[in-house]
């Protein structure tokens, strides 16, 4: 049986498209046909939303800040029997209750150009351009570096956190070369060792080794040798905790999980740093 699910957004999606992946995969083996109906924000627009629901009917997962346009994908769906979720209405009554504040009714607010957006870039430019050990000489003006083996997912997580306005810099450790003298140096910046399960790293690295055929020449070196990698990860480790650094192991995390851990310690490091 085929299922239908549709995002009716006045803005870009991503929000439904998060809610949607979060509570899909509670059903296993259930992977309906999505229908992302973004940007609708007048009524010729919701009209052909409206027209694609009819079509395939299936539940509705909404984020529509107009009353009107709103009522209209309500109506339809309560016609074909179908759900209709308005995903951020309890939680924005809840704020504007408790805030004892009025609700703006704006859609997109959360993609405006301000201050917070423009932190985000150069977020992103910073961590492109302070990506695996690149200019140490800055890694001062940093909010976060991290530090961990090779395939510890260093770059996504970086760029996960600038997208966040986390300024985060990324330097490899390599076995046999010295870390670079800045990072012993810098101050503001909080710094977080990363590794991984020896057996799942050595995997992840032979993985890669064969999507680079350049590299094949290193296919049986220490960089995949699992004595070697566990030496590695240990020594790694053990250099983290002498510096005193937070370890995170990414073995059984996502990219967002670490970045949310990260996050969490960065909150409470700016708490006591300040």
């Known amino acids: 049986m085929i299922y239908h699910l549709h995002l009716v957004s006045d803005s870009t999606g991503e929000t439904l498209n998060s809610v949607a992946r979060a509570c899909l995969v509670q059903f296993k083996g259930v992977e309906p046909a999505e229908h992302i109906w973004s940007l609708i924000r007048t009524?010729?627009?919701?009209?052909?939303?409206?027209?694609?629901?009819?079509?395939?009917?299936?539940?509705?997962?909404?984020?529509?800040?107009?009353?009107?346009?709103?009522?209209?994908?309500?109506?339809?769906?309560?016609?074909?029997?179908?759900?209709?979720?308005?995903?951020?209405?309890?939680?924005?009554?809840?704020?504007?209750?408790?805030?004892?504040?009025?609700?703006?009714?704006?859609?997109?607010?959360?993609?405006?150009?301000?201050?917070?957006?423009?932190?985000?870039?150069?977020?992103?430019?910073?961590a492109l351009s302070h990506d695996d050990g690149q200019s140490t000489a800055h890694l001062t003006d940093a909010d976060v570096i991290l530090v961990g083996v090779s395939r510890t997912s260093k770059t996504p997580t970086c760029i996960y956190l600038a997208n966040r306005g986390i300024k985060a810099a990324n330097v490899p450790f390599v076995p046999g070369i010295p870390l670079p003298r800045d990072l012993f140096t810098v101050r503001k910046p909080l710094i977080v060792g990363l590794t991984k399960d020896p057996a799942?790293?050595?995997?992840?690295?032979?993985?890669?080794?064969?999507?680079?055929?350049?590299?094949?020449?290193?296919?049986?070196?220490?960089?995949?040798?699992?004595g070697s990698v566990r030496t590695e990860v240990a020594d790694a480790r053990k250099f983290f905790q002498r510096q005193g650094w937070p370890v995170i192991d990414v073995t059984r995390r996502s990219i967002e999980e670490t970045a949310a851990t990260i996050m969490a310690h960065f909150a409470q490091y700016r708490a006591e740093s300040a």
């Not at 050595?202 to 296919?219: F, K, P, S, Y």
């Open 43 to 126: 009524k010729s627009q919701m009209a052909k939303a409206i027209a694609g629901i009819e079509r395939n009917p299936g539940p509705v997962l909404c984020t529509v800040i107009d009353d009107t346009l709103r009522a209209e994908v309500v109506e339809c769906c309560r016609q074909l029997g179908v759900p209709c979720i308005p995903v951020l209405d309890p939680v924005i009554h809840a704020l504007a209750a408790y805030f004892d504040v009025g609700i703006f009714g704006k859609p997109g607010l959360q993609h405006v150009m301000d201050s917070e957006y423009f932190e985000r870039i150069e977020a992103m430019n910073y």
């Open 200 to 226: 799942r790293l050595v995997q992840v690295r032979r993985q890669r080794l064969n999507l680079d055929e350049g590299e094949q020449r290193h296919a049986e070196t220490d960089y995949v040798d699992l």
